[in-house]
């Protein structure tokens, strides 16, 4: 089975706040029957000042650590972006496949947009 929004990735967003924290996870979604997961820290000037770089750090120290801890959960990177003008300098990095606009009834004015990071052959 295929997750692709989780928050995995330790201590950059309202998700997992260490790395021990993000393990458990894991193991707890192994165990729900979960093979593979897309992390998708937030992104959102000001609150959450993530970037290709930050979250880069953060996902290669979890995907080592799984291996290290024998935990067989696929990894891939991604991020969840508040679309706002100061985040499309940033869209240059990333290539979309899933784009996810979604509008919460409290905030209509604030579209969450997904992004998928892949190389560009």
Not at 23 to 39: C, E, K, P, Y
Not at 73 to 99: G, S, T, W
Not at 104 to 113: D, E, M, T
Request: hydrophobic share 45%.
């Amino acid at each position: 089975m295929f997750d692709i929004h989780c928050h995995l990735l330790p201590g950059i967003d309202d998700g997992a706040t260490t790395l021990e924290q993000s393990l458990d996870l894991a193991r707890f979604a192994v165990a729900d029957g979960i093979t593979h997961t897309v992390t998708t820290p937030h992104i959102q000037p000001g609150v959450y000042d993530n970037n290709l770089a930050t979250i880069t750090d953060a996902f290669k120290l979890f995907q080592a650590a799984l291996i290290d801890n024998n935990i067989d959960l696929h990894v891939a990177m991604a991020a969840e972006i508040r679309l706002c003008p100061e985040i499309l300098p940033m869209l240059d990095h990333f290539r979309c496949l899933l784009v996810q606009v979604v509008s919460k009834p409290c905030c209509w004015s604030c579209p969450i947009v997904m992004c998928l990071r892949v190389p560009i052959r």
